[in-house]
């Protein structure tokens, strides 16, 4: 999960207002200019003598963060196949695919209790993701044959990707669907089960045959126990697991931690033969996960989702996946601001990146 997400995308918003404004306004004759409120950062100047570079401006005020985001104009199309209707209920945020989640769960979404996302989340969702993980969940769909269909969250918070790939598997016809949430903190641990219920995903439905788990442990290379942040509230979601215990985690901030047993890859995929997606959001640790278990990766999953939280992250696993046959469709790559007093560049992130691959050896594109 992405906890700096909710800042970023207010100020995103923000910019793009202000150039739907402008534009407004140059384009309705007679319109009077809009009032900026008080203490409103100034807009980018667009107008310069030369077209090119104020095509630039204009699309990196509206874009901001964004302006690498992993999307393509023919994914609107996409999620629009996948799009369903569905009353607003209070005390929650309906998204754009039917799938319902509890405020508790997303506090800084407060302005959108009883609100349905009724367009496609391009360039995000303004709530908890960016497009390009909704575009690799709906592209294995899309791939996706015969009757069954598994899917596994890694650092998995209250459970939203699985939740969603159950739920769009389920519309889909899937008769067997196998959903794995793997999660180390606690507090949101007692989530998952209920939020899988929430969207109608329990065992014994109906024709379809589910097999829901959600397991509690940090994702490491060994079996053993890590220590993880201690998680009070939704809003200190992003935590990191460690071999040992530290008085700050990676971005600086005073946390105190639990131990957690380990789960490694090998033991999370028992009793899948293959995996449609993994997606994984590890918070760091998907350099060292993902690369000690490449060669199980190939062998046994078709798709993966990684959220990256480093450049260095990123190259690492894009050197590590092209040599084991995997194809690298889409990504995003995270924006970070140097910082001489960060010891890690992880830390230095202010928007984390993000992968999608397909494992050539396993599935075709």
Avoid at 317 to 333: A, D
Wanted: hydrophobic letters at 40%; charged letters at 25%.
């Amino acid at each position: 999960m992405r906890p700096m997400l909710p800042r970023l995308t207010e100020g995103l918003m923000a910019r793009v207002d202000r150039v739907t404004d402008r534009l407004r306004d140059r384009l309705t004759p007679g319109a009077q200019p809009r009032a900026v409120p008080a203490g409103t950062p100034p807009a980018p100047a667009t107008t310069t003598p030369y077209p090119r570079v104020n095509q630039a401006l204009g699309a990196r005020a509206a874009l901001a963060n964004d302006f690498f985001g992993g999307w393509q104009p023919t994914d609107v199309a996409l999620f629009e196949k996948y799009h369903h209707a569905r009353k607003g209920l209070a005390g929650h945020v309906t998204d754009y695919f039917g799938v319902r989640t509890p405020i508790e769960y997303v506090p800084w979404a407060t302005g959108s209790d009883g609100q349905v996302q009724s367009e496609p989340p391009i360039p995000d969702d303004g709530v908890r993701a960016e497009a390009i993980e909704y575009f690799a969940l709906l592209d294995t769909l899309e791939h996706s044959r015969g009757s069954e269909f598994s899917m596994i969250e890694l650092g998995a918070s209250y459970g939203p990707w699985t939740c969603l790939a159950g739920v769009l598997a389920m519309r889909a016809g899937k008769k067997k669907i196998s959903l794995r949430a793997v999660e180390a903190g606690s507090f949101f641990m007692k989530h998952i089960p209920a939020y899988f219920a929430l969207n109608g995903l329990k065992a014994g439905r109906g024709k379809v045959k589910f097999d829901l788990r959600a397991i509690h442990g940090a994702v490491g290379v060994k079996p053993g126990v890590m220590h993880f942040p201690v998680i009070s509230n939704a809003t200190e979601n992003g935590g990191q697991a460690l071999q040992e215990t530290a008085k700050t985690d990676y971005v600086g901030r005073t946390v105190e931690h639990e131990p957690v047993d380990v789960k490694t890859l090998d033991g999370v995929f028992e009793g899948l033969d293959v995996i449609d997606l993994v997606h994984c959001d590890i918070q760091g640790s998907e350099d060292e996960v993902l690369t000690f278990g490449a060669a199980l990766l190939t062998q046994r999953v078709k798709r993966m989702f990684i959220g990256t939280h480093s450049r260095s992250i990123e190259g690492k696993l894009i050197e590590c996946f092209h040599r084991h046959g995997w194809s690298l469709v889409r990504e995003r790559p995270t924006h970070f601001e140097h910082r001489l007093d960060t010891l890690s560049t992880t830390g230095m992130t202010l928007r984390d990146g993000g992968q999608y691959w397909v494992n050539t050896k396993l599935t075709k594109r």
